[in-house]
């Protein structure tokens, strides 16, 4: 069953002359419990695509269909919280000012759900944090517990779908393990459907079954992660990608050997 | 300050215009005064005894209707002009045809837009002829002829700046065209104004050869100024540096008498404030001895009575002092003893700012709450929309008879009448009608001694009404003056001249 | 400060991070405000110099020992002594206990003006900023407008034009102040405007008046109340200047502004009428000016 | 390898420490290493102290921070005894500094032609027009295609590649012999990170001197550098060859090699680093 | 890495100035619809002054008649949108009537009161900035240190402090005992009417025309006003400089330029201060329309004849022309200045050019 349905997406910023299409015309589909990859370099449409299917970017043409229920520009609260969205800065995806417990309340204010105390405690024990973190706040929080406290603010409504915009990137590669085994975990627990974005294709390979790779608001490949772990993909600058997330290649020390082992 | 020039601080604020005709106050006035003459010249040390100005002599026939006036020769207006009587002519009938505040003047004696033509006429250029449509006191009839708002412009010259028949209005409120001691330099609201010594005035050369008026509205300024030889008069000065002044003996302070007073007005519209007992209640609310040796030192003279010191009928009679209990007694009696509330408007400035608070203060200990709001509200007291209102009133004739037109008649009460240039009416206080009759008479009464009674029994008539209007101060303007400074003498109708001014070293 | 057994542990127990209370947790953070105002000498004095002003105002009638509005001429304008500490004025009023009366007027104005002004500005600004578009023009329009009078001249129209009084006068300084309220309101609701967390908070479904009342004021906040104390201080210069204009409060009220020019005329004779409460006005803005720029060290680290 | 044994740099057992309100904080302790004429990595976690460490070396850290070292010798030059003055003259023309972001690391109302400029004027008194000859050349040595008009723009008209290949000519123009370079690719693409790189790269070997690289990016230290300190919580917890440092003994080191997805060496789930706080003791 | 906020975010009013010509149609309808605001204000205000412009023209004592004339010669039988109409076409054509108490028109009256204001508000500003800005970026510069300190408390004193009370103390002091000041007033009276008024400012008229004695005069009275507008308005500016600075000083590049080896006085002076500049010119702007407010309570106290007095005379006396005229002025101004400031600032930063 397929869980996320795009077909001809495309997403514009500004009205009129200044209208900007970011996002060119692409299609791909998500199953259930999948999760798909989105990779490519700054500013190629990447959290443009996650924003529209959010329901942040309200500038969008072509067909949504989530969860079998085709979307439209504007969206209902329940429709809203069949998808949640993981901002990639820890540091200002979570209101300064509200204690971590406000901060998982205020999704439950909004949708006047009941058992708050309880589905609050249920969280934080999902993303593996202290309950009594509910009365800190964010400043005194390291940025692995706060981006599982964005985990948290995402699952607490219950969603299908994670969109996971660069959740690690800002992050220490110590902490950037964990919160990918958390990840890792909640999918399969919950039965999660992710859309995951990243520039570094190692951590995409790691989680995703599939990756689109984007140039400039389109996608040049759809590769599996097969073909990233076997290095078999087709398309030249996916091949670049992969050399970065490598390290660096001196220019030097290739031409002075021009063979390095694979 | 050179010794041929005068300065004089002043507060400008209220000086709107120097067109005679159009002028309502004080320092307006005494600017109008040196720039222009009138046919007759009361004398500030002699008030009721009027003297020849550009009028050399005049006549008043049998029936007393009629006054003939000899115009003096030779004499010139600053264009050069001569002076004649069909400028006169002109200048009466620019006064009363324009109609505005101080035509009154010439109005209350039964002039109008329609009779001037025919009640005043020049019938050569030496003589001009003054009928009154009723007979009036003589006196009262040269009196106006000596005021401000009677002063005569040069008609030819005006003609060339008349506009659209505005009787060179637009062109009178800043310029000159007059024949008096000085002609105006330069006048720059709120700023200052220059005005130079007439070569060819009539009765010689002016010893000032200039006069400076500055905008000086700080008390404390003055004081300063005057203190440092910076300004040689000075004329808004508060009690206490007047005091202060006068200790250090550099200045003389006078003490220029006017026919006005401080007066509080409880409107008869309002029940509680029509009671008789009540309106008693607030003579007994004022602290007489306490203003008079304070801020009201300098500015007037303790006066119950309501015709001014000075004047035929006047009494020194001090029936009220301060008296809280009495106070409380008689609002007890009239059925208010808790006291009650009222708004009362006060005008803003020393000492009228000042009298208020003391009131407010006396009426709070006798039970009246009184929401005190200083500021410009006379539009609200003409229109009879106020509960208390204090101000003082300033008239320019020598004569009893102008205070008591506005505070004791009142022809008719009824709001839609609009008898709005009389406080009486202001106030809705239905003067007694024998009071106002006798007012009537007096004015009509032409033999000297009968009219002196008549005032002495209106006099105590008013005191006994109770009268709405309640005076406690007699009006006085005083002036700061350098001692080097001889013959600037304060004019009671405020005609103060410069042209009589010397320095010594 | 002493520590003693007790106190050191409250110490403690406020300094922990490990909090167990939602109300541990917001003492924690008021109590780490107090300190670091304790540890600005300046800030602190201005907190000194308020808090003493509230104690003053609410203890007028007793720290007042003469009536302030009794008159007596036969007293008038007495130099200071030891009877009459700041001597009397033009009526025989006892200076100082018109100083003490008039901290209930200086404090009830700043007070009425800031609660009037705080909502106000906060909601026009933060409306606008979040809003955006033609709501946004306009708001910002007619702030502007308010804006291009210069505060004095506007506050002196609208008195006039109310006429005198200390209501009126709060509502014409209420006029002047709210528009750098919300230009303020709005810019702080900018920069917060795309965060995401107020992004997340849409994207779960609030509703504009919940994400500008739960996410947005706490964020403003500190800034609008840094401004706010900073503005009380503009407030009492603005009700002076009214009241030394002849607007403002009427008599008897005693109020510093009015007290001051009104003293102007005895200057020479009695410089005190002028001195003394010009002093307190003095005082009293300086000590909200260094509260507030303390707080702004304090709360809102950006500014510096 | 060229001369890694000229050392350039000997630091020993530096420590810095920032005074807070809640005490004092040691933000570096202990720290001891050299630099030849190498490429040396920092690497560890956020917060580890690396920037400090790099600052502390050119007496930049915050006014309030307190450095103490029992050796801090740069060439000929005792760093610590240094005055401010003969800082002045070391920092940028010795030694140098790259920082992170060029979009926020140049000043924004300056040319980029004035800014660098302003080092060769101000270390070798060069004439304006001396100074703008060398700027341009130094601009082209960066690969910078058309010197003559870059000279003359301002940073925000310029790409996050291109800034950050002009700090390093800002940098690199009066010739120091120790670069310091702050973590200068984190805020560049791919792509951009590889030519900027292979530039430095070429710099440094070519001119032969030393570089301090500063990451937190383990694949990129490991092929960039030849040595590699890792610093954990302020201390160095171990300095090994790049090459050696799958070999790596330290279990800190290890661990963080282990907690890294790869390509090339998928897992299924990775590794979470277990903090021992036997590492704080040394 | 992270979303970095610009630093304009919390920039006050200004945006970029509109680039296509398009936008400057709109800016200026903008400002069309600010003034006509202010106008629109102005006048409800205006007629909801106590103060009776009749009674301000005939004066207490008149009769009804008189008064019923007058009130319709002012055309205040009309409703007040026709007033306002009527008034709006007027001032189209230029015309801003006539003063009910200079009785001279109000357009004739502002040329001779504003250059009094302008002259002192510049001056002002001179000194405010002069003085204000070098202690603000020493102030940053040391921050922590005892001159930051002073520099603080002078600051603040100076926006704390009472004007009015300030001139008067001033005028007591400076005046009354020392006599190192005149009392008030642009020049000495016996000064005036020697100089031609030419631009109505009387330093460049008196020096235009060779009148040194008369130029020292009209120095020696500025001084005062002046120098306590000015302290007002270097409280602020000080306080200002030093939070740009502040702000400044903790960028990035300022690491870069002391990387570079560069001294104290050049990271100041050449790399912050640069950066400060054109938020310090809207400073300045600001502070000298903030000025045009201090001159109604000094121009009180030192009876200066400047567009403050004469603004609150027009107020309390319901003199409706004159209070419109200078309203509109004062609008007019503040909208000028901060344009100019806008199209300066374009100059000055490369980011807007
Ligand atoms: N609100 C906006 N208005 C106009 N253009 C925008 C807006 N947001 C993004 N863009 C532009 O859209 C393009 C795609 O942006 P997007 O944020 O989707 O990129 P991304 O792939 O997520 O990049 P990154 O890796 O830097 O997050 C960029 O060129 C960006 O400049
Ligand atoms: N000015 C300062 N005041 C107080 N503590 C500071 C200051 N600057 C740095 N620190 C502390 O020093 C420690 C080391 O900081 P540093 O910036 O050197 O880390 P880093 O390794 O560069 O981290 P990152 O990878 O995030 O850049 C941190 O714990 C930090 O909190
Ligand atoms: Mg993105
Ligand atoms: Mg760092």
């Given at each position: 069953m397929s869980m996320i349905k795009a077909h001809h997406l495309a997403v514009s910023y500004g009205h009129g002359e200044a209208a900007l299409k970011v996002v060119k015309d692409v299609s791909f589909e998500v199953q259930k419990g999948e999760t798909f990859g989105l990779v490519g370099e700054s500013g190629c449409g990447k959290s443009t695509i996650l924003g529209a299917l959010a329901g942040r970017n309200k500038q969008w043409t072509g067909t949504l269909e989530i969860d079998g229920e085709e979307i439209g520009q504007k969206r209902t609260r329940s429709q809203l919280a069949k998808q949640q969205l993981v901002f990639q800065d820890p540091f200002g995806s979570i209101h300064p000012r509200h204690t971590i417990g406000r901060t998982l309340l205020e999704p439950l204010e909004i949708h006047g759900k009941d058992r708050r105390q309880e589905r609050i405690e249920k969280v934080l024990t999902d993303v593996g944090l202290p309950l009594n973190f509910r009365y800190r706040y964010p400043h005194q929080l390291s940025g692995g517990q706060r981006q599982r406290v964005a985990i948290a603010r995402a699952l607490i409504l219950e969603p299908k779908i994670l969109l996971l915009d660069e959740p690690t990137s800002a992050l220490d590669v110590s902490i950037q393990a964990e919160i990918l085994n958390l990840l890792k975990d909640l999918r399969e627990r919950e039965q999660l459907t992710y859309i995951l974005v990243s520039h570094d294709l190692a951590v995409v390979a790691h989680l995703c079954d599939r990756v689109a790779i984007m140039q400039s608001g389109g996608f040049v490949e759809v590769a599996t992660r097969q073909q990233l772990l076997e290095n078999t993909v087709e398309h030249p600058y996916t091949r670049i990608l992969m050399d970065g997330s490598r390290g660096y290649v001196s220019e030097r020390r290739k031409s002075d050997s021009a063979a390095l082992p694979a | 300050?050179?010794?041929?020039?005068?300065?004089?601080?002043?507060?400008?604020?209220?000086?709107?215009?120097?067109?005679?005709?159009?002028?309502?106050?004080?320092?307006?006035?005494?600017?109008?005064?040196?720039?222009?003459?009138?046919?007759?010249?009361?004398?500030?040390?002699?008030?009721?005894?009027?003297?020849?100005?550009?009028?050399?002599?005049?006549?008043?026939?049998?029936?007393?209707?009629?006054?003939?006036?000899?115009?003096?020769?030779?004499?010139?207006?600053?264009?050069?002009?001569?002076?004649?009587?069909?400028?006169?002519?002109?200048?009466?009938?620019?006064?009363?045809?324009?109609?505005?505040?101080?035509?009154?003047?010439?109005?209350?004696?039964?002039?109008?837009?329609?009779?001037?033509?025919?009640?005043?006429?020049?019938?050569?250029?030496?003589?001009?002829?003054?009928?009154?449509?009723?007979?009036?006191?003589?006196?009262?009839?040269?009196y106006s002829l000596a005021s401000y708002s009677t002063s005569i412009v040069d008609s030819v010259f005006l003609a060339t700046k008349e506009k659209d028949g505005d009787w060179a209005r637009n062109y009178l409120q800043t310029a000159d065209a007059g024949s008096g001691p000085y002609s105006l330099v330069t006048w720059r609201s709120n700023q200052l104004l220059i005005a130079d010594a007439f070569k060819d005035y009539w009765k010689g050369m002016p010893a000032m050869r200039r006069v400076y008026?500055?905008?000086?509205?700080?008390?404390?300024?003055?004081?300063?100024?005057?203190?440092?030889?910076?300004?040689?008069?000075?004329?808004?000065?508060?009690?206490?540096?007047?005091?202060?002044?006068?200790?250090?003996?550099?200045?003389?302070?006078?003490?220029?008498?006017?026919?006005?007073?401080?007066?509080?007005?409880?409107?008869?519209?309002?029940?509680?404030?029509?009671?008789?007992?009540?309106?008693?209640?607030?003579?007994?609310?004022?602290?007489?001895?306490?203003?008079?040796?304070?801020?009201?030192?300098?500015?007037?003279?303790?006066q119950q009575t309501i015709i001014p010191a000075g004047l035929p009928g006047a009494s020194d009679a001090m029936p009220y002092k301060l008296d809280i209990d009495t106070a409380k007694q008689l609002l007890a009696e009239a059925g208010y003893p808790d006291g009650f509330s009222k708004v009362y408007f006060a005008q803003p400035g020393t000492p009228e700012s000042e009298v208020g608070i003391s009131l407010q203060n006396n009426a709070a200990k006798a039970g009246i709450k009184l929401d005190l709001q200083i500021g410009d509200q006379i539009g609200k007291f003409r229109a009879r929309q106020f509960e208390l209102f204090s101000s003082r009133?300033?008239?320019?004739?020598?004569?009893?008879?102008?205070?008591?037109?506005?505070?004791?008649?009142?022809?008719?009460?009824?709001d839609d009448s609009k008898l709005a240039g009389l406080v009486a009416w202001r106030s809705a206080w239905d003067v007694p009608k024998d009071i106002q009759d006798m007012v009537i008479a007096a004015a009509h009464e032409t033999d000297a001694e009968k009219r002196d009674a008549l005032y002495a029994r209106i006099n105590e008539a008013y005191l006994r009404a109770s009268p709405a209007l309640v005076t406690s101060f007699q009006r006085t303007d005083p002036k700061a003056v350098r001692n080097e400074v001889k013959g600037y003498v304060g004019h009671p109708t405020w005609l103060t001249r410069w042209d009589t001014v010397t320095k010594s070293e | 400060m002493a520590k003693s057994g007790t106190f050191s542990n409250l110490h403690d127990w406020l300094i922990s991070e490990e909090f167990t209370s939602a109300r541990q947790a917001r003492l924690h953070s008021i109590y780490l405000a107090w300190l670091s105002l304790l540890a600005n000498p300046l800030a602190f004095a201005g907190f000194a110099v308020v808090f003493l002003l509230v104690v003053v105002a609410a203890l007028a009638p007793v720290i007042a020992f003469h009536d302030p509005f009794t008159q007596d001429f036969a007293i008038a304008l007495q130099a200071p002594s030891s009877v009459h500490w700041f001597g009397t004025d033009e009526f025989g009023r006892d200076v100082f206990s018109r100083l003490i009366y008039g901290a209930r007027t200086t404090l009830y104005i700043t007070i009425l003006v800031t609660v009037?002004?705080?909502?106000?500005?906060?909601?026009?600004?933060?409306?606008?900023?979040?809003?955006?578009?033609?709501?946004?023009?306009?708001?910002?329009?007619?702030?502007?407008?308010?804006?291009?009078?210069?505060?004095?001249?506007?506050?002196?129209?609208?008195?006039?034009?109310l006429g005198p009084g200390i209501e009126n006068a709060v509502i014409a300084i209420a006029l002047t102040v709210w528009p750098p309220i919300a230009r303020l309101a709005r810019a702080e609701t900018l920069t917060?405007?795309?965060?995401?967390?107020?992004?997340?908070?849409?994207?779960?479904?609030?509703?504009?008046g919940r994400i500008l009342l739960r996410h947005i004021v706490p964020l403003c906040a500190p800034s609008i109340i840094v401004r706010l104390t900073l503005n009380m201080s503009s407030i009492i210069l603005t009700a002076a200047g009214l009241g030394f204009l002849g607007l403002g409060a009427q008599p008897p009220m005693a109020e510093w502004g009015a007290m001051a020019a009104s003293g102007r005329q005895y200057l020479l004779d009695a410089w005190w009428l002028t001195t003394v409460p010009g002093i307190a006005i003095l005082t009293v803005s300086l000590a909200f000016n260094l509260l507030g720029d303390g707080l702004r060290d304090i709360m809102d680290p950006r500014n510096g | 390898m060229a001369n890694t044994s000229d050392t350039i740099l000997t630091v020993e057992s530096m420590s810095v420490e920032f005074?807070?309100?809640?005490?004092?904080?040691?933000?570096?302790?202990?720290?001891?290493?050299?630099?030849?004429?190498?490429?040396?990595?920092?690497?560890?976690?956020?917060?580890?102290?690396?920037?400090?460490?790099?600052?502390?070396?050119?007496?930049?850290?915050?006014?309030?921070?307190?450095?103490?070292?029992?050796?801090?010798?740069?060439?000929?030059?005792?760093?610590?005894?240094?005055?401010?003055?003969?800082?002045?003259?070391?920092?940028?023309?010795?030694?140098?500094?790259?920082?992170?972001?060029?979009?926020?690391?140049?000043?924004?109302?300056?040319?980029?032609?004035?800014?660098?400029?302003?080092?060769?004027?101000?270390?070798?008194?060069?004439?304006?027009?001396?100074?703008?000859?060398?700027?341009?050349?130094?601009?082209?040595?960066?690969?910078?295609?058309?010197?003559?008009?870059?000279?003359?723009?301002?940073?925000?008209?310029?790409?996050?590649?291109?800034?950050?290949?002009?700090?390093?000519?800002?940098?690199?123009?009066?010739?120091?012999?120790l670069i310091i370079a702050d973590e200068p690719t984190s805020a560049l693409d791919v792509t951009v990170r590889q030519q900027?790189?292979?530039?430095?790269?070429?710099?440094?070997?070519?001119?032969?001197?030393?570089?301090?690289?500063?990451?937190?990016?383990?694949?990129?230290?490991?092929?960039?550098?030849?040595?590699?300190?890792?610093?954990?919580?302020?201390?160095?917890?171990?300095?090994?060859?790049?090459?050696?440092?799958?070999?790596?003994?330290?279990?800190?080191?290890?661990?963080?090699?282990?907690?890294?997805?790869?390509?090339?060496?998928?897992?299924?789930?990775?590794?979470?680093?277990?903090?021992?706080?036997?590492?704080?003791?040394? | 890495m992270s979303i970095i906020q610009t630093s304009e975010t919390s920039a006050p009013r200004k945006s970029a100035l509109p680039k296509a010509a398009g936008k400057v149609v709109t800016s200026f309808v903008v400002i069309l619809t600010t003034l006509l605001g202010l106008m629109m204000i102005t006048f409800t205000v205006g007629r909801m002054v106590p103060a009776d412009p009749v009674i301000a023209v005939i004066g207490d004592q008149a009769d009804q008649a008189t008064y019923d004339r007058v009130y319709k010669e002012m055309g205040l039988d009309r409703p007040i949108y026709v007033q306002f109409a009527g008034y709006l076409s007027d001032v189209v054509h230029l015309d801003f009537g006539q003063s009910i108490i200079t009785k001279q028109p109000v357009s004739k009256d502002l040329a001779r009161v504003f250059p009094a204001t302008i002259e002192l508000a510049t001056l002002a500003t001179i000194i405010g900035a002069g003085l204000g800005i070098p202690l603000g970026v020493i102030a940053a510069v040391r921050k922590g240190t005892w001159v930051d300190h002073v520099a603080r408390v002078v600051g603040l004193l100076g926006y704390s402090t009472p004007i009015?009370?300030?001139?008067?103390?001033?005028?007591?002091?400076?005046?009354?005992?020392?006599?190192?000041?005149?009392?008030?007033?642009?020049?000495?009276?016996?000064?005036?009417?020697?100089?031609?008024?030419?631009?109505?400012?009387?330093?460049?008229?008196?020096?235009?025309?060779?009148?040194?004695?008369?130029?020292?005069?009209?120095?020696?009275?500025?001084?005062?006003?002046?120098?306590?507008?000015?302290?007002?308005?270097?409280?602020?500016?000080?306080?200002?400089?030093?939070?740009?600075?502040?702000?400044?000083?903790?960028?990035?590049?300022?690491?870069?330029?002391?990387?570079?080896g560069l001294g104290q006085r050049p990271i100041v002076w050449r790399h912050a201060f640069r950066n400060i500049r054109v938020q310090l010119l809207t400073v300045i702007a600001l502070a000298y329309c903030g000025l045009l407010d201090g001159t109604v309570l000094i121009e009180t106290v030192f009876a200066w004849p400047g567009l403050g007095s004469y603004l609150t005379s027009a107020l309390f006396f319901a003199d409706m022309n004159a209070v419109l005229g200078s309203v509109l002025l004062i609008g007019i101004i503040s909208i000028a200045i901060n344009l100019l400031s806008d199209i300066v600032y374009r100059f000055i930063d490369p980011r807007t050019r």
């Open positions: - | 300050t050179p010794k041929d020039e005068l300065v004089i601080a002043i507060m400008m604020t209220t000086m709107r215009g120097l067109d005679p005709h159009e002028i309502n106050q004080l320092e307006a006035a005494e600017v109008v005064a040196n720039l222009y003459d009138r046919l007759i010249a009361l004398p500030p040390d002699n008030i009721a005894d009027p003297q020849p100005s550009l009028a050399e002599s005049w006549t008043i026939s049998e029936d007393g209707k009629t006054f003939t006036f000899k115009i003096r020769q030779g004499v010139t207006f600053h264009s050069g002009n001569p002076v004649t009587a069909r400028d006169v002519e002109w200048s009466l009938h620019r006064l009363v045809k324009l109609g505005l505040a101080p035509s009154t003047d010439l109005r209350q004696w039964g002039f109008s837009a329609k009779n001037v033509d025919e009640l005043i006429r020049a019938e050569d250029d030496h003589t001009l002829v003054l009928q009154t449509p009723e007979v009036w006191n003589p006196n009262l009839i040269l008026m500055g905008h000086v509205p700080e008390s404390s300024a003055q004081r300063l100024q005057i203190d440092a030889g910076d300004v040689d008069i000075a004329t808004r000065l508060s009690s206490t540096d007047l005091a202060g002044l006068e200790r250090d003996g550099k200045v003389t302070v006078q003490k220029v008498p006017g026919f006005g007073f401080y007066y509080l007005a409880l409107n008869q519209k309002d029940e509680i404030l029509s009671n008789p007992k009540v309106r008693e209640a607030f003579r007994y609310l004022i602290d007489y001895d306490g203003l008079a040796n304070s801020v009201m030192k300098y500015y007037g003279t303790k009133t300033g008239e320019r004739l020598p004569d009893p008879h102008a205070v008591l037109q506005s505070y004791a008649t009142n022809a008719n009460n009824a | 009037i002004v705080a909502p106000i500005g906060f909601v026009i600004g933060a409306t606008a900023g979040y809003l955006g578009g033609w709501v946004d023009v306009v708001l910002m329009r007619i702030t502007d407008i308010f804006l291009s009078f210069p505060s004095l001249v506007l506050a002196l129209a609208f008195s006039a034009a917060f405007r795309h965060a995401d967390f107020v992004i997340a908070a849409e994207l779960q479904g609030a509703g504009t | 005074p807070t309100l809640s005490g004092v904080t040691t933000a570096v302790r202990d720290v001891s290493f050299s630099v030849g004429r190498e490429k040396i990595g920092i690497i560890g976690e956020s917060g580890s102290g690396k920037s400090t460490t790099g600052r502390a070396i050119m007496r930049l850290q915050p006014p309030q921070a307190i450095v103490e070292a029992s050796r801090m010798q740069f060439e000929d030059i005792d760093l610590l005894t240094a005055t401010e003055e003969e800082m002045r003259a070391i920092r940028g023309r010795r030694i140098a500094m790259i920082l992170q972001d060029p979009k926020y690391s140049l000043n924004p109302v300056m040319t980029v032609g004035e800014q660098i400029s302003e080092t060769v004027i101000l270390h070798e008194r060069a004439t304006p027009k001396e100074a703008r000859s060398r700027t341009l050349a130094m601009l082209e040595r960066v690969n910078i295609r058309d010197p003559e008009r870059v000279f003359d723009l301002y940073p925000h008209e310029v790409s996050g590649g291109m800034g950050q290949r002009i700090m390093i000519s800002m940098m690199l123009i009066a010739q120091p012999s900027v790189l292979s530039i430095l790269d070429d710099l440094v070997v070519e001119r032969n001197i030393g570089l301090i690289f500063i990451s937190h990016d383990l694949n990129l230290v490991r092929s960039f550098c030849d040595r590699v300190i890792i610093m954990y919580a302020g201390r160095v917890v171990e300095t090994i060859a790049a090459a050696d440092l799958d070999q790596a003994q330290h279990p800190y080191t290890r661990g963080l090699l282990n907690a890294l997805p790869s390509l090339d060496n998928p897992k299924d789930r990775l590794e979470v680093l277990r903090r021992d706080p036997a590492w704080l003791e040394n | 009015f009370w300030l001139g008067t103390i001033v005028i007591l002091v400076f005046y009354a005992y020392l006599g190192a000041i005149p009392p008030g007033g642009r020049i000495y009276l016996y000064d005036e009417g020697i100089v031609q008024a030419r631009t109505n400012f009387i330093l460049i008229d008196s020096a235009l025309g060779g009148h040194w004695d008369v130029f020292r005069s009209a120095l020696h009275h500025i001084i005062a006003p002046a120098v306590i507008l000015g302290y007002a308005s270097m409280a602020y500016l000080s306080r200002m400089t030093r939070s740009f600075m502040l702000e400044q000083m903790r960028q990035e590049y300022i690491l870069t330029a002391r990387a570079k």
